[in-house]
């Protein structure tokens, strides 16, 4: 049986449109007149069922929705073994992320740097909710994700596959970002602001770099960190 979820929100939702419009399943709006986003769903060929607004926080617990809400097809994550035999240079890993808001931001972080799969785990983070998808403004709906059941076991298997495992962390050990030239198959990992990453996976690490900061806030949070350190990535390279 194929998995569905809701997400909300026009700019999340046209994505679809404009990718994959045949993985929208239902699509409900509480506005009665028509605008170009209905207009784009009709042109689809999609179904538009009109709902109150109750409706809609009801369908996805969220009041962020935009009078747009949608019950997509999920995409087939790529498989794990497949993915690691296949050419990829920039994979993200995510270590006990619970906020959406920065899980959806770091998705939009991650399509913008091109990143080739998002990865996390099953039982340490948020899933894909739709307050999550909204926040990456549609780039949940373009960036691969693999969702598995014990990280540091992944990264071993991305080592043993050439991938050189990097912890965003402040340590002993940690190099400061400036000073670091990425490797070209890079798996970085980002831990969340409160707990970090598990130690299991710091000590798996190939390299642990920190962000030097001089003003007077020294903490960014995870989502403009994982920008940060995706940005020094594709100057490494581009």
Known sequence: MQKKYWIMGKNCIETILDHSP????????????????????????????????????????????????????????????QFLRENHRLVLMLDNINDPQNLGAILRAAECFGVDAVIWSKNRGCSLTPSAAKAGVGASELVPTIVVSNLAETVKKFQKSGYFAVTAEISDRASPLNAFQFPEKTLLIMGSEGKGIQPLISKLADEQVYIPMSGKIDSLNVSQATAVLLSHYQKCFF
């Open 22 to 81: 045949e993985r929208i399943i239902e699509f409900f709006t509480a506005k009665k007149d028509s605008d170009p986003l209905l207009e784009k769903v009709r042109s689809k060929g999609i179904k538009i069922k009109l709902a109150s607004k109750q409706k809609l926080f009801d369908l996805v617990n969220s009041d962020s929705h935009q009078s747009y809400v949608a019950l997509v097809k999920a995409v087939d994550s790529p498989d794990l073994k």
